[in-house]
């Protein structure tokens, strides 16, 4: 029988380091083209973002559906920001919402290509990485949703209301667990969503140190074997 890991879902030098590259290019130039995520530059930069992503990581040929489906989501939401009215909060909460679903489907795709990996590689450390990313990029914007459907779920040092740069930067402090205080979740639906991701941060750091431990394991083992055979064979 084939293991697990077909060509489809092992971990490539383009998975790996060109979607780290993508993301982490992204957490650095997102603070400052999305200070209003309704504007051209910013609608144009989160499709751009979007569509590289899921190229590289989903693929046109290994999973079609998703694909499609992250393609479909894209449009809509950067069709929603160019024709819908800034203020119509609800409706650009709709246009989130999609990009969230969207970095769902790529999150899913690339953990599973991960956790199939049987290898202990550097590629695959820095899909690990990316994948870290791509979850506090996923939250930011789903806590931007949140802050449009109800204004006030989250509180500034200047008591205004918290600007998509805002959350971007408080969501990977919440999943790192810094815990500055300055932006803070108010109502009860962004807290819960606060904790989640900081489980989740947590989680993964641990069981992406295992995983990695356990794969470098099983290689020394598998040379120590390969070795023991060949001078075996040898004498």
Known sequence: MRPATDRGTRVTPLHGYGGLAVLGGHVFLAPYGLQDPTSLVAAVLQAVFFLLLILILVGVGTHRVYFVAAVVLIMGATLIRFTADSDALGVQ????????????????????????????????ISASVGLYLLAGITCAIAFHAVELI????????????????????????????????????????ARSLAVLLAVF???????????????????????????GSAGGAGS
């Open 93 to 124: 909460a709709v246009a989130d919402l999609a990009l969230v679903v969207c970095g769902g489907i790529v999150l899913w795709t690339s953990m599973r290509r991960v956790l199939q990996a049987r290898t202990a590689t550097a590629t695959l």
């Open 150 to 189: 109800v204004p006030g779920s989250f509180t500034t040092p200047t008591g205004g209301e918290a600007s998509a740069a805002d959350l971007y930067y408080f969501s990977f402090v919440t999943l790192s667990t810094l815990g500055y205080g300055d932006i803070s979740p108010a109502s009860p639906f």
């Open 201 to 227: 941060g947590q989680v993964f750091l641990v069981m992406l140190l295992g995983r990695l431990v356990s794969l470098h394991l099983a290689s020394q083992a598998r040379e120590r074997s390969s070795a």
